[in-house]
């Protein structure tokens, strides 16, 4: 069965500084990742995904996502923090031939602070 | 333009109810799901239709019953409701093989 395991209930960081929230994932196969926020009192978002192609992958608000199969991660990575990225911060793995099922990671809470 | 709305935003109702909380996406998908997030924020789906058909049905009580009347449309009946069902309720969408688009969620207290 899929599972994602994001280690970090909290992470902080300090505005400037590049941030790294971290996933790990276990799927039979070829994996199709993703990375959803969660503002407070709001349904999640969309950030980024990996399907195929590049390992690096680009998404919104700067954020980038880097796939590494014999480590079987997906870490979150923004190269400057801003305050406004303060938000739960969601890891999610689909198996291929798994039909739609998104498996969730627990959450990371991301604080930036001045 | 809202992309995948819910309604009710909030639900307080007392034990043993029955309630219903509709979902509609104006985006064209195929697939819709229905995902409890609890009170610590853990998200876990449990159901999903492609095309009006249920494709997902995970451990669910069956007092929820899932209806999706057409492809934009879908709707959760919940019967009998228990402290236990209170939780935020989200509904998603996506175009398979493709991202879920969320909704707001709907924030269901049982009394």
């Known amino acids: 069965a899929q599972s994602v395991a994001q280690p970090e209930d909290q992470v902080n960081v300090a505005e400037g500084n590049p941030l790294t929230v971290k996933c790990t994932y276990s799927?039979?196969?070829?994996?199709?990742l993703f990375w959803y926020v969660q503002y407070p009192n709001r349904g999640l978002q969309f950030l980024l995904k990996y399907i195929t192609g590049d390992n690096l992958v680009k998404g919104s608000y700067g954020f980038e996502a880097e796939f590494n199969k014999s480590q079987t991660s997906f870490h979150l990575k923004k190269p400057s923090a801003l305050v406004s990225d303060s938000a739960l911060y969601f890891c999610a793995v689909r198996e291929p031939g798994g039909g739609n099922k998104l498996t969730f990671g627990t959450g990371t809470q991301l604080k930036v602070e001045l | 333009d809202t992309a995948v709305s819910q309604t009710p935003k909030y639900l307080v109702t007392q034990m043993g109810n029955d309630k219903s909380i509709k979902c509609e996406q104006n985006?064209?998908?195929?697939?819709m799901y229905w995902y409890k997030q609890d009170s610590k924020k853990f998200l876990k789906i449990m159901f999903s239709?492609?095309?009006?058909?249920?494709?997902i049905n995970e451990t669910v009580p069956n007092r929820f019953s899932p209806k999706s009347p057409d492809k934009a449309h879908l709707n959760l009946h919940i019967n009998s409701l228990e402290l236990g069902d209170s939780a935020v309720y989200f509904c998603?969408?996506?175009?398979?093989?493709?991202?879920?688009?969320f909704g707001p969620g709907t924030r269901l207290t049982v009394l």
């Open positions: 998603a969408s996506s175009q398979f093989p493709h991202e879920q688009f």
């Open positions: 239709y492609n095309n009006k058909e249920l494709i």
């Open positions: 799927v039979s196969g070829n994996p199709y």
């Open positions: 985006l064209g998908h195929d697939t």
